[in-house]
C-alpha cells in the first residue's frame, strides 16, 4: 500500500492554532497523500509506514490519530451498533485498557460520558469482551458534528512535544512543538548562525540544533503504535535505522543560547545534555546587550516576557526598546523573530515586520513577529 492507494488509512495529524500550514508542509515533505490543511490540523492518508514515520519525524504536530470511520448517528443504540463494526481488531487487543473522550457539536446526542459508554460498549461486542476504562489507557477519540460521528485512534500515545529531553523548565515553558513551528515559520536556515538570547530552559536553540543535525524528534520515545496487534517491528527498526543514518554529527552552522537568569541556564544546560547536544549548542549567562553575534548573518529567535511574566508594563516596554536597539545596531542583515501577546510590545522595538503568524502558547494567543534587520532600522535607531 502506498500513501496514494484508494484503500489508504484516513489520516489526521492534530496540530496547535496557526501551525497547521507549517504541519502540512512537513507532511508533503515525508511524501503522504491527499495533505489538506484544516482548522486544527492537517488530514492526510498512507500506510502504516506513514503512521510510523509522521509520528517519529513531525516536528511540529501534537499528535497522529487514524480516522477509523465516519458515520450518521442520531441515537445511542445506532452509535453503538455502528462502533461495533470499525476494525478494532487490528488496533486493539482484547484487554488493552481505554480512555475515550468525546464531544459532540450541534448534534441530537450531546450526553458525552453516554457517548464514550457506547461507543465502548460497541467496541466490547466487537473484541468479545468488555473493555477496561482508564485515564492512562489506550485514547480514542469519539466527535459528533451536526449528527456525523467520527471515531479515531491515537497513535502517539503522550503529545509528541514530549521528546523525552526536558526536564527542567522555566517559569513560562514553551512547548518543543511550538518552539519547532516558530523556527519552521521564521525560515530558519541551519547553514547559518543561529541565537537565541532570552533562552529561558534552552527549547528554542535545542529544537534548532535537532533541525540542524537533521535528527528525528520523535527517535527517543515510545509510541501507542508500538501496542498495536498490526506492529510492524521490522518495519520499525528500519525506519529508526533510517533516521540514524539521515542525521548528522555535526550541524551545518552555530548554534547559541543566553539567558541572563542563573536558574534559567541551569535549565538550559540540563536540557541540553539530556537531548545529546552539549557539544552542539553553546550556552551561555549574559544580558543580551552582551551578545555579539557571528559576523555572518543568520537568524535570531526570541520568546521574550509578555505581561505574564513581567507585571510592570512599563519596565516591559523599556525592555523590548533595548531589545530592538540592541538587534538594530548589532544584528544588520539578519533575520528576526520576536514572539509576544501585544503587538504594542514589538512596536517598541522599531524593527520592520515583514509577516506576522498568529499562534497560541499554552492557552495565551500570541503573536510570532518576521523581519529582517535593515540599514534603514539602523538609520533609525
Known sequence: MTAHDENALSLFAIAAPGLEGVVARELTDLGAGGVRAVEGGVEFTGDLSTVYRANLRLRAASRVVIRLGSFPAVSFPELSRKAKNLPW??????????QIRASSTRSRLTIKKKIADLVADGIGKSLGAPPRLDPEGQLILVRLEENVATISMDTSGELLHR????????????????????LMLAGYD????FVDFMCGSGTIPIEAALIALNRAPGRHRRFAFESFPTF????WQSLLDKADADALSRPPSSVHCSDLKTAAVAAALDNVERARLVEIV???????????????PGLVLINPPYGQRMA???GLFKVYGRLGAHLRRHFD?????ILTSDARLFARTGLP????????????RVRLHIGTVTETSRRNS
Not at 529531553?165 to 514553551?174: D, E, F, I
Not at 541551519?190 to 548562525?193: G, I, Q, S, V
Open 282 to 296: 553553546q550556552v551561555t549567562k549574559n544580558p543580551f546587550t552582551e551578545i555579539v553575534p557571528p559576523v555572518e
Open 190 to 193: 541551519p547553514y547559518l548562525p
Open 232 to 235: 510492524d517491528a521490522a518495519l
Open 89 to 98: 481488531r487490528d488496533y486493539l487487543h482484547p484487554k488493552t485498557p481505554l
Open 353 to 364: 515586520e515583514a509577516h506576522a503568524h498568529e499562534l497560541n502558547n499554552g492557552g495565551t
Open 312 to 314: 510592570d508594563k512599563r
Open 333 to 337: 542583515g539578519w533575520k528576526f523573530g
Open 163 to 182: 521528546r523525552g529531553y526536558r526536564r527542567a523548565v522555566g517559569a513560562a515553558p514553551l512547548r518543543e512543538t511550538l518552539a519547532a513551528g516558530m
